[in-house]
Every structure is written in structure tokens, then in C-alpha cells.
């Protein structure tokens, strides 16, 4: 979360001749947290951006299920339980939705008889994503439970929201479950599981200590879940996007065991017909 506060501030600089410019004329290259360069939107220093909001309303989530008499169990059924389910979608809408600092959010039917006009950037205030408008336009058509709640959108936010999961429950066998519904939460598309997947069994093999750096963690979290889709006889459209993701993230290993001596050139080789 103070990674994500740090980036905020100059997320989404796409042009990385321009914003290291911007960081050497500022006397920042070799310090660019919280350095002010956000073309998309700007919100206060500190804030984090909207991947580290879905990050702590999870949290916050899992947070209040815990007192002196709950057991992980109760924890549990605050993801897995209709009830629970429902909290978290009424969370999300509280905090994302137009009664939030995110703004106003119209239905669908709003903006087919009122279409908004493009708003000037950067924009004032945090910048919704784009799985989080399918999310509340969804609900507000009666999808109110998980999965159908879910977009068609498969970025980072599910790798984000999977964090608060692994930190709560790594070691315990439910664990992909769990992230497989944050995910749907907002996301139901598999190949956003896919991903989130893989990016928690990296994390809890770090938090468990069963791996020494990124690398092997990453070669890990790969070869379990390969050997889950090798003893698995489904070959449906969720094993297919499962086995995508294990075959993009080996080329993402291979890369790191080349030792790339620059960004550049590790993405220039992850582009490449390898």
C-alpha cells in the first residue's frame, strides 16, 4: 500500500523517455516516489491510487469479521457465504460507486438517454477503473451476487485484490477459492483467475518462506500450477486460460534467469518472437 501511494502521484506515465526527463529536471530520478507527474488524474500526496483502494476495502473486509470470538472459519464464510458476499458488493458500491469519492456513476440507462461528455484531464480526484464501472453497472441491473456481479475485465485490479487474501490466508488450502472470488467479484473472466492465481501462489511462497527470491517463487508458483492442470482432466475455457498464463509467465522466468541488465531489454526480450 505505500508503494502504491508512492506511485500514485505519477501513475500511468506511458511515455518513459518523457516522465525521466520530467524526474531529472526535477532533481528526482533517483527518488521518484510521490513525484507529481499524474496526467490522468490528481488527488492529494498519500492517497493511494484505485488499485490500492480495491486493496483496502478487501482488507477492510476481512478485518471486521475478526474479534476475540471469531475463528478463521468465520473469516472464511465472510467471502464464501451469501451473506458475506453481499457485504462485499455493498462495500465496493459504497466505495466506488457515486456517493464515493470516485463521483458519480450513472446507470446504464442514464447514459444511453444523457450520454456524459468527456471530462478534461487529468481529471480531480481518483480515477475509476474500468472493472469497477462494470462492476456498479452491473449491479444496478439486479447481478447482485458473485460471480454475475463481475465485468468482462481482465487487468491488474484482480492481482491487487488477491493481496489482503494471500496475507490473510497463506498456507491454507481454501486460498485459491477465496481469490477466485474477490476476483469475480468485479471480474468474471478467467483469465483475470488465471493471473491472480499465479500472483498468489507467488506471494504466499514468499510469506511462507518456502522461496529465497522472486525468481524461484515465480518458478514455483509455474510448476505448481502446472502439475494442478496436469492432474486436472477438464480442458475447459478456464484450464485454457490457466495453462495461458503459466506459458506467459515462463517466458517471464526464462527472462529473469537471463539477468537483463535493463528494463528496456527485459521487455524487449518478453516482445520478441522468443
Not at 499524474?38 to 469479521?65: K, T
Request: proline letters at 5%; aromatic letters at 6%; hydrophobic letters at 40%.
Amino acid at each position: 500500500l505505500t508503494g502504491d501511494a508512492a506511485a500514485q502521484t505519477s501513475h500511468w506515465n506511458y511515455d518513459r523517455a518523457a516522465y525521466h526527463k520530467a524526474l531529472k529536471h526535477g532533481g528526482r530520478f533517483d527518488s521518484p516516489e510521490f513525484f507529481e507527474s499524474n496526467q490522468f488524474y490528481v488527488q492529494p500526496v498519500g492517497l493511494q491510487s484505485c488499485y490500492g483502494d480495491q486493496m483496502v476495502e478487501i482488507a477492510r473486509h476481512l478485518a471486521q469479521l475478526v474479534d476475540g470470538r471469531s475463528s478463521k472459519d468465520d473469516v472464511v464464510a465472510g467471502l464464501t457465504s451469501v451473506d458475506g458476499q453481499e457485504a462485499l458488493i455493498g462495500r465496493f458500491v459504497k466505495a466506488f460507486g457515486s456517493s464515493s469519492a470516485y463521483g458519480s456513476w450513472l446507470t446504464p440507462s442514464e447514459r444511453e438517454s444523457n450520454p456524459p461528455p468527456r471530462p478534461d484531464m487529468p481529471i480531480a480526484g481518483p480515477w475509476r477503473h474500468g472493472s469497477l464501472k462494470g462492476f456498479l453497472d452491473n449491479v444496478s441491473e439486479g447481478q447482485g451476487t458473485i460471480p454475475e456481479s463481475g465485468s468482462d475485465d481482465s487487468q491488474f485490479d484482480a492481482v491487487a485484490r488477491s493481496i489482503p487474501v494471500v496475507c490473510a490466508f497463506a498456507g491454507d488450502p481454501r486460498l485459491l477459492e477465496l481469490v477466485e472470488i474477490v476476483v469475480r467479484l468485479t471480474q468474471n473472466t478467467d483469465i483475470a483467475v488465471a493471473y491472480a492465481r499465479l500472483a498468489a501462489r507467488i506471494l504466499e511462497s514468499i510469506i511462507l518462506g518456502v522461496a529465497t527470491d522472486v525468481p524461484s517463487a515465480l518458478r514455483m508458483a509455474i510448476d505448481a500450477e502446472n502439475a494442478d492442470l496436469d492432474a486436472n482432466t477438464d480442458s475447459g475455457d478456464q484450464c485454457k486460460a490457466r495453462h495461458e498464463a503459466c506459458v506467459m509467465l515462463n517466458i517471464v522466468s526464462e527472462i529473469l534467469e537471463l539477468e537483463p541488465p535493463s528494463f528496456e531489454e527485459a521487455v524487449a526480450a518478453l516482445g520478441s518472437d522468443k
